[in-house]
């Protein structure tokens, strides 16, 4: 195990694709907020591949539409901390998806 988002159990993603899987996070900052996770152990979006990129993009809209669904938020915050000076405290990358609302 490299960290704690590797070691994250397969039953707990909410959604995935071949190279993403989504958890909601531990400590929400409003309904609904996610992680969008890779499954391959690098740590910020500066080091996403090509292919991944595509695949991230995928998966956001993925969430998205699962998001609207589910909660009906009126807008989104899409976060990444790419390093420790930027607020970075897990080293595997991930994204931010955080529903708002009016
Ligand atoms: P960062 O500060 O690196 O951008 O974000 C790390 C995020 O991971 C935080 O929002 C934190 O709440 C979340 N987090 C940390 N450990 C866990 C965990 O074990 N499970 C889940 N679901 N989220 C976690
Ligand atoms: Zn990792």
Request: overall charge neutral; charged content about 20%.
């Amino acid at each position: 195990m490299k960290c704690i988002f590797c070691a994250i159990p397969s039953q707990t993603y909410i959604l995935e694709n071949t190279d993403f899987y989504v958890i909601p996070d531990k400590y929400p900052v409003s309904k609904g907020h996610s992680l969008i996770i890779s499954k391959r152990h690098f740590e910020h979006y500066f080091e996403l591949t090509d292919e991944e990129a595509a695949s991230l993009l995928q998966i956001t809209r993925e969430l998205k539409a699962s998001l609207d669904a589910e909660h009906q938020p009126t807008g989104y915050n899409l976060a990444m901390n790419c390093g420790r000076s930027a607020g970075q405290t897990v080293f595997h990358f991930h994204m931010h998806v955080i529903p708002r609302y009016k």
